[in-house]
């Protein structure tokens, strides 16, 4: 058992530089009002701009994961979006970019921001609709002449989503301290690469890593917009929600080891084949969720020696499951567990379980919900937007940073709730209201 969650149960005009893209990323851009001009066309050009990048062409869906080229990439990015508005540039000893206005050292500051790194194939709105958006709102916010009381940053935080090196939410694990140096520093890719080998072939000084109170105490506010990863927006006909919570969730690892052979002549009973146990593994996940009413998945799976015609030695898979309280997970991950250790010894396997990471339920500040609730609601009575108040059972940088600092999220709709594949979607006029409602809510925390 390792891992984090152990520990705890001056500046350019406004739009400088934008302009109206000539072509649609999406059909249908609202007319909306005129408010909702300048986040419109802002966001529309950024979302042009970022959209290419790291997307693979045979699958369509994103592969930008931590510290490779797209990553430095859509940093690249990033950099420049902050430049071109006068922003003071800053990358952190973890990785994470920020982009300030105001003095970064003054404190109470609102920070608002996403991730721009993906999982395999995935979507181009979770994550890079959070950071597209900051940007966005800050664009509408100077061209309705808000002036700011407070310093507000935007973020971008690295390695979100785990993808290359197994565990979500290094970047901000690493800046609030529930990822210590030693743990990150054991990090291994697929191909044996280190996280600080990763980080070091990127450019990047490894050896500054760790936690960063100091920033964090210089943070009053997060709030981070995210698409919907569900459909209850959808079902509500609401284009924009706010956070309650996230589901405690975490990832497990299941190794099992059997024996490799030779899958023509190795009559069945002489077997040890670890695929067997694994696969009723994977039906007992499913059984002990559905009993639950919780969800588990095995998304990942890794085999030696990996040959067609070779009995496996080796099966390795990783669980991830979530529920809406601690006690329900507790029950489904130790129903699999058990299940699956019954198998491996029906079949001679070794059986190995290792949680790789683990973070409780997050309840989002309250105090900074119905603000963003009295906001919007505020907002609302011209524009009949409803702003209904949401659990997740998807991970958040908010989430973490809610254990240190007050932090809230917004969530815009997704007609299909499908999200982590390239059929990931927000219509644009969803889009430019969650900017929008992200910039009414920085205004009122940041302008008055
Ligand atoms: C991140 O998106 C997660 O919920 O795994
Ligand atoms: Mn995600
Ligand atoms: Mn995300």
Redesign the pocket.
């Known amino acids: 058992m390792t891992l984090p969650g152990d520990e705890r149960g001056g500046s350019s005009s406004a739009g400088a530089g934008l302009s109206s893209p000539g072509a649609g990323v999406f059909s249908g851009v609202s007319a909306g009002a005129g408010a909702a001009l300048v986040a419109g066309d802002s966001f529309h050009e950024m979302w042009r701009e970022l959209l290419p990048i790291g997307r693979h062409p045979d699958s369509g869906g994103y592969r930008r994961f931590a510290w490779t080229a797209a990553d430095a990439e859509c940093r690249d990015w990033f950099k420049a979006q902050a430049e071109s508005r006068g922003l003071t540039y800053e990358l952190d000893r973890n990785g994470n970019q920020w982009a300030w206005l105001g003095d970064p050292a003054a404190g109470d500051a609102v920070v608002t921001g996403s991730h721009l790194d993906s999982?395999p194939d995935g979507g181009a709105f979770?994550?890079p609709l959070g950071v597209v958006s900051s940007f966005a709102a800050l664009d509408e916010l100077r061209g309705r002449g808000a002036q700011f009381t407070k310093p507000l940053a935007l973020v971008n935080f690295g390695d979100?989503?785990?993808a290359r090196f197994g565990l979500?939410?290094v970047g901000s694990r690493l800046t609030a301290g529930q990822l210590t140096v030693e743990q990150a520093h054991r990090l291994t890719d697929g191909d044996g690469v280190t996280l600080p080998q990763a980080m070091a072939a990127a450019g990047y000084d490894a050896d500054a890593i760790g936690p960063d109170p100091e920033r964090l105490a210089r943070i009053g506010a997060f709030v981070e917009l995210h698409v919907e990863?569900g459909r209850a927006l959808d079902l509500s006909g609401d284009r924009v929600g706010i956070a309650s919570a996230i589901w405690p969730?975490g990832r497990w690892r299941f190794d099992f080891r059997g024996e490799a052979n030779h899958a023509g002549t190795t009559r069945l009973v002489d077997r040890r084949d670890p695929m067997l146990s694994y696969a009723e593994t994977v039906l007992a996940a499913r059984r002990e969720a559905q009993l639950a009413g919780a969800v588990a998945t095995f998304g990942k799976i890794a085999v030696e020696p990996n040959g067609v015609n070779a009995i496996p030695s080796l099966v390795r898979g990783w669980l991830?499951s979530?529920a809406a309280d601690q006690d329900t997970l507790d029950t489904v991950v130790t129903g699999v567990e058990k299940a699956a250790r019954e198998y491996a010894e029906a079949h001679g396997i070794e059986l190995d379980i290792v949680r790789e990471s683990f973070t409780p339920v997050v309840e989002f500040d309250h105090a900074l919900r119905d603000e963003l609730a009295r906001v919007l609601g505020k907002t609302g009575e011209d524009t009949h937007l409803n702003v209904p108040v949401l659990g997740?059972?998807?991970?958040?940088d908010a989430g973490i940073l809610s254990g240190s600092i007050p932090t809230a999220m917004l969530f815009v709709r997704n007609p299909t709730g499908v999200?982590?594949s390239p059929a990931e979607f927000a219509a644009e006029d969803d889009c430019v209201a969650g900017v929008t409602a992200l910039a009414d809510v920085l205004e009122g925390l940041a302008c008055r």
């Not at 997740?392 to 958040?396: E, I, K, L, R, S």
Request: glycine share 22%; with cysteine; aromatic share 0%.
């Open positions: 999982v979770d994550g979100e989503e785990g979500a939410c990863q969730h991830d979530r997740t059972g998807a991970g958040h999200s982590h």
